[in-house]
């Protein structure tokens, strides 16, 4: 029999330091998508992103300040398990303060396909439209698996860059979704 699963909004207490024992980051890369002369283009390049404790550990301390700061932590849960997450930061940037940032949207490994992603980022942008925001702001993934499903939920090229993020991961594409 399958599970349901449940999505709620996290709070403090939700973001214990066990949080993610159990979930898998794991992503093998084989084509990327890179931008060249503000072009758009694919190449092969091999990789696993896979994280370890010490990571672990990281991403939980970087959701609990983002609730701290009035930001919001969506979880998708089967049973106990968390099995996706994603967050929303609640500061506002761009020329006319239009934009939240979506720091992270993460399915484990065991749980793609199903939807949970969609469900995420669906939450997420009704959860940025009540901060007041136009547009969502994505550093996204450059692997091509990640950008087709920024494409299917509606994500093009951001219309502004902001440098703070595109330095933290500057092979990432940057990416907004109208709200």
């Keep these: 029999m399958e599970s349901k699963i449940v999505y709620k909004i996290l709070e403090l207490t939700d973001l214990g330091d ?12 084989k084509n990327v998508w890179y931008l060249e002369e503000d072009e758009l283009k694919t190449k092969d390049d091999y990789f696993i992103d896979d994280w370890a404790a010490d990571k672990k550990k990281l991403v939980i301390e970087e959701l609990r300040l983002c609730v701290t700061n009035n930001g919001i932590v969506a979880g998708a849960y089967d049973g106990k398990k968390l099995v ?7 500061e506002r940037f761009g020329s006319k303060n239009q934009y939240v940032e979506l720091p992270y949207i993460h399915v484990s490994s065991e749980a793609r396909g199903l939807g949970i992603g969609k469900k995420l980022f669906e939450i997420c942008c009704k959860e940025s ?7 969502l702001y994505i550093a996204a993934h450059p692997s091509i698996e990640s950008q087709a499903f920024y494409d299917a939920v ?10 703070d993020v595109f330095k933290k991961e500057p092979l990432d594409i940057q990416l907004e979704k109208i709200l």
């Design 18 to 29: 066990n949080l993610l024992d159990s979930f898998k980051r794991y992503q093998e890369t």
């Design 84 to 90: 996706g997450f994603a967050s929303v930061e609640s």
């Design 154 to 163: 509606g994500c093009k090229r951001a219309a502004e860059i902001n440098d």
């Design 129 to 135: 439209r009540e901060l007041g925001a136009e547009k």
